[in-house]
C-alpha cells in the first residue's frame, strides 16, 4: 500500500504531466497560427519551445523512475505510474511534429501562397479540437467522449486524402507549384499524425481508468480482442 507522502508524490507527477501536456497543446495551437496566418514568429516560437518540451519529458522520465523504484503501487496507481512513460512519449512526439509542421511552414511563407487556406483551417481545428478532447480525457476519462473524438479522427483521414488528390491533381496542371505543395502535403501528414497519435492518448488514458486495451479502429473505439490476435 502506497503511504500518504507516495500518493502525494504522485499527485505531483499528474499535474507535471498535465503541465506538459497543455504546453503541447499550446505549441499545437501555435502551429495553426503559423500556417494559416502565414505568421513566421509563431512558427519560430514553436521551434524554440521543443527544447522544454524535450526538457520536460527528461524530467518527467526521471520521476517515474524514481517513483517506479520507491512505491509499491497497486490498481490504478499501478497503471497510471506505468503508463505515465508512455503518455509523455506520445506528447514529446506531438511536439515534434508542431516542430516539423512550422519548419516546413516557415518555408512556405517566404513563397507565394498556393491556396487550400480553408481546407487546411478545417482540418486544423479537427486536429485541434481531437488534441484538447485527448488531454481533457487524461484528466476525466471517458469512453464516450473517446468514441466521439475517434470518429472524428476518421473525419481527418477523409479530409486528409481528399485534400492529397486536389494537391496531386494541382500539380499535375502547374507543374510550378510543385516544390510548395509536396511541403504542404508535408505538413498534412503530419497533421494527420498528429491526431493519430491524440487517440493514443485516449487509448492510454482508458486503460487506466478502466484497466482494459482499446483501440481506435475503423471510426469504433473498442476493447481489444486480444484472442483475435
Same mark, same amino acid.
Given at each position: #500500500?502506497?503511504?500518504?507522502?507516495?500518493?502525494?508524490?504522485?499527485?505531483?507527477?499528474? &499535474?507535471?504531466?498535465?503541465? #506538459?501536456?497543455?504546453?503541447?497543446?499550446?505549441?499545437?495551437?501555435?502551429?495553426?497560427?503559423?500556417?494559416?496566418?502565414?505568421?513566421?514568429?509563431?512558427?519560430?516560437? &514553436?521551434? $524554440?519551445?521543443?527544447?522544454?518540451?524535450?526538457?520536460? +519529458?527528461?524530467?518527467?522520465?526521471?520521476?517515474?523512475?524514481?517513483?517506479?523504484?520507491?512505491?509499491?503501487?497497486?490498481?490504478?496507481?499501478?497503471?497510471?505510474?506505468?503508463?505515465? #512513460?508512455?503518455?509523455?512519449?506520445?506528447?514529446?512526439? @506531438?511536439?515534434?511534429? %508542431?516542430?516539423?509542421? %512550422?519548419?516546413?511552414?516557415?518555408? !512556405?511563407?517566404?513563397?507565394?501562397?498556393?491556396?487550400?487556406?480553408?481546407?487546411?483551417?478545417?482540418?486544423?481545428?479537427?486536429?485541434? +479540437?481531437?488534441?484538447?478532447?485527448?488531454?481533457?480525457?487524461?484528466?476525466?476519462?471517458?469512453?464516450? +467522449?473517446? +468514441?466521439?473524438?475517434?470518429?472524428?479522427?476518421?473525419?481527418?483521414?477523409? #479530409?486528409?486524402?481528399?485534400?492529397?488528390?486536389? @494537391?496531386?491533381?494541382?500539380?499535375?496542371?502547374?507543374?510550378?507549384?510543385?516544390?510548395?505543395?509536396?511541403?504542404?502535403?508535408?505538413?498534412?501528414?503530419? !497533421?494527420?499524425? @498528429?491526431?493519430?497519435?491524440?487517440?493514443?492518448?485516449?487509448?492510454?488514458?482508458?486503460?487506466?481508468?478502466?484497466?482494459? $486495451?482499446?483501440? %481506435?479502429?475503423?471510426? &469504433?473505439?473498442?476493447?481489444?480482442?486480444?484472442?483475435?490476435?
Amino acid at each position: #500500500m502506497i503511504s500518504d507522502t507516495g500518493l502525494a508524490r504522485l499527485a505531483d507527477l499528474r &499535474v507535471e504531466m498535465l503541465r #506538459m501536456a497543455r504546453y503541447v497543446q499550446n505549441a499545437y495551437s501555435k502551429s495553426s497560427i503559423a500556417i494559416l496566418g502565414r505568421n513566421e514568429h509563431q512558427a519560430r516560437d &514553436v521551434v $524554440h519551445s521543443t527544447a522544454v518540451i524535450n526538457q520536460y +519529458q527528461i524530467e518527467l522520465e526521471r520521476t517515474i523512475i524514481t517513483l517506479t523504484g520507491i512505491l509499491t503501487p497497486i490498481g490504478k496507481d499501478l497503471r497510471f505510474l506505468t503508463m505515465s #512513460m508512455n503518455i509523455i512519449n506520445i506528447l514529446q512526439r @506531438i511536439g515534434g511534429k %508542431c516542430e516539423f509542421t %512550422c519548419k516546413k511552414a516557415i518555408e !512556405l511563407i517566404r513563397k507565394p501562397p498556393i491556396g487550400y487556406y480553408e481546407r487546411m483551417r478545417t482540418i486544423l481545428g479537427g486536429v485541434a +479540437q481531437i488534441l484538447k478532447g485527448s488531454i481533457d480525457n487524461l484528466i476525466d476519462p471517458s469512453l464516450d +467522449q473517446a +468514441q466521439r473524438l475517434c470518429s472524428s479522427d476518421s473525419e481527418i483521414d477523409r #479530409m486528409f486524402e481528399e485534400t492529397l488528390i486536389e @494537391i496531386v491533381r494541382n500539380i499535375e496542371q502547374a507543374p510550378t507549384v510543385t516544390s510548395r505543395a509536396i511541403d504542404l502535403i508535408m505538413i498534412l501528414e503530419s !497533421l494527420e499524425e @498528429i491526431a493519430d497519435m491524440a487517440t493514443e492518448l485516449m487509448e492510454a488514458s482508458v486503460f487506466v481508468e478502466l484497466g482494459k $486495451h482499446y483501440r %481506435c479502429t475503423d471510426d &469504433v473505439f473498442k476493447p481489444v480482442d486480444f484472442k483475435a490476435y
